[in-house]
């Protein structure tokens, strides 16, 4: 496909006029088609000829069709779980995972309130400072390994379940 432009600007000794040259001359533009096999479109050039082919939008061959067939589709249903049972099964799956969670944000809670008493410490009395360095601080190091264990396995249990609920489908 070829796009033909004709120039029409031209440059004026004057620069300030030159809004006038734009405003007075219109471009021309010719498209033309090398695959023979498609009728070429037609331009404002060349009058006589029509410029619809009985494609797109608003063409004549689609304008006289009248109402359009509307296709009713289902609505989607909720998946319904098989029995009782599992219903049950589910809503007991539900709840010790929230219980976990809770767990797992207390946990986060206690390794925060650790982290900040430690770092406080060189700040107290020298009693305190003794008493967080003996039970604190040995605490501090294994309660964050845990947490972070427990969080990579809760991770690593969501992904197969997710990968499980994707195969299933």
């Not at 650790?114 to 060189?122: D, H, K, N, P």
């Not at 003794?130 to 396995?153: E, I």
Request: proline fraction near 7%; aromatic fraction near 10%; charge should be positive.
């Amino acid at each position: 496909m070829a796009l033909q432009i004709n120039p029409w600007c031209s440059f004026s000794a004057r620069p300030n006029h030159l809004h006038h040259l734009f405003a007075t001359r219109n471009p021309r533009f010719a498209i033309k088609c090398q695959n023979s096999q498609i009728e070429p479109e037609t331009t404002e050039d060349q009058p006589g000829k029509s410029s619809s082919s009985g494609i797109g939008f608003g063409s004549p061959a689609k304008k006289g069709k009248g109402k359009r067939e509307v296709l009713r589709r289902p609505p989607v249903e909720k998946p319904v779980f098989i029995s009782e049972e599992g219903a049950a099964k589910a809503d007991e799956l539900r709840r010790n995972e929230n219980a976990f969670l809770l767990t797992w944000l207390g946990l986060g809670i206690v390794i925060l309130i650790e982290g900040v008493v430690l770092a406080a410490s060189g700040f107290l009395p020298e009693e305190l400072d003794k008493l967080f360095v003996k039970y604190v601080y040995p605490v501090f190091t294994p309660s964050v390994g845990l947490f972070v264990a427990g969080t990579t396995a809760y991770g690593v249990l969501k992904y197969i379940q997710n990968e499980k609920l994707k195969d299933q489908k």
